[in-house]
């Protein structure tokens, strides 16, 4: 019976850290903020050079304040993005106020990642297809907000995003028939 009882608080202690930690874990996920409706662009004004979304009137898109946590292979959706005038990324970089070649490897972050302008100019590295490139992050990828003349008349982004240019796709080796959507791992260079 001694022996019995000795255990019986160690197994209580261990129970209480196991349920800790899974606690912990859990409250460190991102999880979604809001949720924005989404309303018809103007005629011309929602801009579907590669393939970019519009949105659509009365459809819901959920919105988020952060990202998930960034670690050494922070996992991630490349999306393709246009940074040069007129492109389908709408206005200049919000790092620097200009203009960017889809030539130069850049890249926009999901608004968590992106961290309040923290990364502006740092250089990251993304990895995927068996390759690496280092491309400077010039912009965020809005996830917050969305539906508006300010974002093009698209959705907002994911919390998961990183939006690159095509010279970040043409580095990775990725076939032009499969630009668009793919899932790599990132961080900071």
């Keep these: 019976m001694k022996s019995f009882c000795s255990k019986v608080p160690l197994i209580f202690l261990l129970t209480f850290l196991i349920i800790s930690n899974c606690l912990l874990s859990e409250a460190q996920k991102c999880r979604p903020s809001g949720r924005i409706i989404g309303k018809k662009p103007p005629p011309g004004q929602c801009n579907q050079e590669n393939d970019s979304d519009c949105c659509v009137q009365g459809k819901v898109y959920t919105t988020y304040e952060c990202s998930p946590q960034v670690t050494t292979q922070t996992k991630a959706y490349l999306t393709l993005n246009s940074f040069q005038e007129g492109g389908d990324g709408g206005g200049p970089s919000e790092c ?9 490897p850049v890249v926009a972050l999901s608004t968590g990642w992106f961290n309040n302008k923290s990364r502006c ?10 390759r690496s490139v280092v491309a400077m992050v010039v912009d965020e990828c809005d996830s917050r907000k969305g539906c508006d003349e300010d974002h093009d008349y698209q959705p907002p982004c994911k919390n998961n995003i990183v939006d690159a240019s095509k010279a970040v796709w043409e580095a990775l080796g990725v076939p032009h028939d499969q630009w668009g959507g793919l899932d790599i791992t990132w961080s900071d260079a």
Excluded: F, P, R, V
């Design 96 to 104: 620097d106020n200009k203009y960017h070649s889809d030539d130069t």
């Design 121 to 130: 100019l740092n250089n990251i590295t993304i990895s995927a297809n068996g």
